[in-house]
């Protein structure tokens, strides 16, 4: 059964670290195109992170680019998603997700159609 399993949310607060996990199974995330997006409540669904397969690339969204890292386990077949520095306006539940694609750009985030049961991240003091 193919399975994307988020893990990893919580309460931080400002300034912190979190490192998200995503687990696949069924299949081995190594072979599509893996990413991450995030939604609030009342807000529109946004793009945060994609990482390609193979070593074909990475893409960030605008508002997270120099703070988050995406990265891959082939072995445990898990991708993580490193949250540094986070702020408030992070806050929101982040879906592991797939286009089934091999190469991911910013249309990616446009294209998921696949996800988790997602995993909620608090930014607060």
């Known amino acids: 059964q193919v399975q994307l399993v988020e893990s990893g949310g919580g309460l931080v607060q400002p300034g912190g670290s979190l490192r998200l996990a995503c687990t696949g199974s069924g299949f081995k995330v190594e072979t599509f195109v893996i990413g991450w997006f995030r939604q609030a409540p009342g807000k529109e669904r946004e793009g945060v992170s994609c990482?390609?397969?193979?070593?074909?690339?990475?893409v960030y969204g605008d508002s997270v680019k120099d703070r988050f890292t995406i990265s891959r386990d082939n072995a445990k077949n898990t991708v993580y998603l490193q949250m540094n520095s986070v702020k408030p306006e992070d806050t929101a539940t982040y879906y592991c997700?797939?286009?089934?694609?091999?190469?991911?750009?910013?249309?990616?985030?446009?294209?998921?159609?696949?996800w988790g049961q997602g995993t909620q991240v608090t930014v607060s003091a």
């Open positions: 990482i390609s397969s193979g070593d074909e690339g990475i």
């Open positions: 997700a797939t286009d089934w694609s091999f190469f991911c750009t910013t249309a990616t985030f446009e294209k998921f159609d696949y």
